[in-house]
């Protein structure tokens, strides 16, 4: 024999209307939910984009900084060759007068 329960026609739209509202309100939970994660998004992107921009502007200055010392060791490379060359022709002339002297010598002493 089998058992029929018959339900009234305004409990089964209660419950209907219940089950509506409860999916509603997971709805509405859910997309606030969607709307804090997008908020927590958007300002660690906002952070992302401020770290970026002072890392932009470390890179500059280091780049500033690069191109004035490549400079700087350029003029002193330039600097160093100069005096290179300058002790290069005072040794020569020192050799040159030593030489003169060392044949000067030789000759006071042959004579």
């Known amino acids: 024999m089998a058992l029929v ?5 305004g409990v ?4 209907k209307t219940n089950i ?3 999916e509603e ?3 509405k939970m859910r997309n ?4 804090r994660e997008l908020k927590k998004s958007r300002e660690r992107e906002e952070q992302t984009r401020v770290e970026l921009q002072k890392v932009l502007e ?4 280091a780049e500033e900084a690069e191109e004035m010392l490549c400079s700087q060791l350029g003029e002193l490379e330039a600097e160093a ?5 300058d002790y290069h022709a005072q040794i020569v002339s020192l050799m040159s007068q030593l030489s003169k ?11």
Do not use: F, G
């Not at 060759?81 to 060359?85: E, F, K, L, T, W």
């Not at 002297?101 to 042959?110: D, F, G, L, R």
């Open 58 to 61: 470390r890179l500059r200055l």
């Open 81 to 85: 060759v100069s005096q290179a060359r």
């Open 5 to 9: 329960m018959a339900v009234a026609p």
């Open 101 to 111: 002297a060392n044949q000067n010598h030789k000759t006071a002493i042959t004579v």
């Open 20 to 22: 509506k509202e409860r």
């Open 12 to 15: 089964e739209k209660k419950n």
């Open 32 to 35: 606030e939910e969607l709307e």
């Open 25 to 27: 309100e997971d709805l």
